[in-house]
């Protein structure tokens, strides 16, 4: 039942303590929004996730796999900007992760196995509505379409979990209303599970199977940076007639204002 | 209005452009007339229309020994020392650039190093560059490249290491080995930067050209300018440091056009 598990997790940074006691327990599919105040550790943790840093204390296992060492091809991520590359044309960024994916030295395609893989990297970008820009840079598209290709890109890896921080903080309202649209189609699509970092509450819930709120739970006035942040609350949205909407409205100033 | 404030028109800033430079060449007119005036075979500053004809003899006029024009003899001999020597600086610069940038233990074990070696006065080695491998080609060829490198392999590692997190990240997540983001990561995201530290890096390589070629050589453009000194050929001498000044910017014009084409995805981007 538990796909990602995290178990009683701490970090620190130079003896700061950022997060503490961060246990968690993740079912495949599950939509989980992190929300919290800023500085409050919610990158820290999608960085821990990735493996790209390693906890103080505690582990984190995908699907039983031992605790990683690096990031790897089970956790595709995106962030809130530079997530494809900017010297590849949107195309070239498509295939480039099949490329990526292969071995081999060289891992460049050629000939035939290229134009297949142009083949599919075309029909992805039909599917995500960025067919007509596939010989333009990055910087030649708005963010919108960039943070598209960015997640069709981490998804043409296969992941087993999808890592976000903030992808949509960089996004006018309305693109972020369209972003939202093509996200939950995608994770209809796939079913992936994915851990979204966002400081837009109502982004969280409406977006998220499961909200993750970080906040310090105890707190030294003398030395702020005493204590690190856990999760105070774990709301399951899908509850039905669960009290969160007038909770939410309480949090969302509570959390706005600490940020 | 305030003085920051005031833009030129396009028109208006075309000759506040030129101003300098009229400004300069009259000076020189009326300096040279005041010395002529004193002294009809004045050497030091001759009458331009002299300096015009004497660069136009330079440039056509094959030399009665070789039967070469030597301005361009001069020139080939200078462009192939610099090109190589420029050359085999940024292929060092690159390597060593992406290296260090890219993995910390190349870092940990080359930096501190590199950074030393970076504030050795070039041309204090020279005499070395002369022992070592004589007064022929390789030690002028060697003093450029050995002046610029580690500039340039600072700059690029430096700009690996700016080269932001977030994609080297991503390349990561698709599977991509520490090869794979060197080379097509890596390399191309840094290869702009790498004609941008070029062009910073000529001025100083034709320095060292020209320090080079003054101390031993029997052709080039410093070369020629330190042989005829002795004679106090300005006639020879001004046109010589003209045609530097030209081939310096050329080039650079030339490189700033070759990034512009080739890394389109730049333009777009952060210039
Ligand atoms: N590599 C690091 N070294 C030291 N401190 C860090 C590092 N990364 C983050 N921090 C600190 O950890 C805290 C949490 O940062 P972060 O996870 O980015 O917060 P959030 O994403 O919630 O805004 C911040 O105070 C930040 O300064
Ligand atoms: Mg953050």
Redo the contacts with the bound molecule.
């Keep these: 039942m538990s796909f990602v598990r995290v178990e009683d997790v701490y970090q620190s940074?130079?003896r700061?303590p950022?997060l503490e006691r961060i246990s968690l327990s993740v079912p495949e599919g599950q939509f989980v929004s992190i929300v919290?105040?800023?500085?409050?550790?919610?990158?820290?943790?999608?960085?821990l996730l990735l493996a790209q840093?390693q906890p103080t204390e505690g582990e984190i296992r995908i699907a039983d796999a031992s605790p990683a060492r690096e990031p790897d091809r089970d956790r595709g991520v995106v962030f809130q900007q530079y997530s494809v590359f900017s010297h590849m044309t949107v195309r070239d960024n498509l295939i480039a992760a099949e490329e990526f994916a292969g071995t081999g030295l060289g891992a460049r395609f050629w000939g035939s196995r290229r134009r297949a893989a142009a083949q599919r990297a075309d029909a992805v970008l039909e599917r995500v509505g960025l067919g007509h820009v596939a010989h333009a840079f990055p910087a030649a598209l708005s963010g919108g379409m960039r943070q598209r290709l960015a997640i069709a890109q981490a998804l043409a890896g296969k992941p087993r979990i999808l890592l976000l921080?903030e992808p949509f903080g960089a996004l006018d309202p309305g693109t972020r209303l369209s972003m939202h649209e093509f996200l939950g189609d995608i994770r209809d699509d796939t079913g992936m599970t994915i851990f979204m970092?966002t400081h837009d509450l109502e982004e969280g819930f409406k977006l998220g199977d499961r909200v993750l709120v970080?906040d310090k739970p105890r707190w030294d006035p003398d030395d702020p940076d005493a204590y690190g942040a856990t999760i105070t609350y774990d709301f399951d949205t899908r509850m039905p007639g669960a009290p969160f909407p007038h909770l939410l409205k309480k949090d969302v100033t509570d959390v706005r204002h600490s940020a | 209005m305030r003085m920051i404030n005031r833009r030129p028109e396009r028109s208006i800033a075309i000759v506040l452009a030129m101003i300098p430079f009229v400004a300069m060449l009259i000076a020189y007119a009326v300096g040279s007339d005041v010395r002529r005036a004193a002294n009809p075979a004045d050497k030091l500053l001759p009458a331009p229309s002299h300096v015009v004809e004497s660069a136009g003899r330079l440039a056509t006029e094959p030399d009665k020994r070789s039967g070469e024009v030597l301005l361009w003899r001069d020139t080939r001999a200078s462009l192939v020392r610099l090109g190589l020597g420029v050359g085999l600086a940024a292929a060092i610069g690159l390597g060593f650039g992406l290296l260090i940038g890219l993995l910390p233990i190349a870092r940990a074990a080359l930096a501190p190093f590199i950074a030393t070696l970076s504030l050795i006065p070039p041309l204090a080695v020279l005499p070395i560059l002369f022992i070592v491998f004589g007064l022929g080609e390789v030690s002028k060829v060697a003093l450029i490249a050995i002046g610029v490198t580690p500039f340039l392999i600072r700059d690029l590692s430096q700009r690996v290491l700016e080269i932001p997190q977030e994609m080297i990240l991503k390349a990561q997540t698709l599977g991509a080995s520490s090869w794979q983001i060197m080379t097509r990561v890596a390399l191309p995201q840094v290869l702009p930067r790498l004609i941008q530290a070029v062009r910073l890096s000529l001025g100083p390589a034709w320095l060292f050209l020209i320090a080079a070629e003054a101390i031993a050589a029997t052709e080039g453009l410093g070369y020629r300018i330190f042989l005829v000194r002795r004679y106090l050929a300005m006639d020879v001498i001004l046109p010589y440091v003209a045609w530097i000044t030209f081939l310096a910017f050329a080039i650079d014009w030339t490189l700033r056009a070759v990034s512009r084409k080739a890394f389109r995805w730049v333009e777009e981007d952060r210039l």
């Design positions: 940074y130079d700061r950022i919290g105040a800023s500085g409050c550790g919610k990158s820290t943790f999608l960085r840093e921080d970092v970080f």
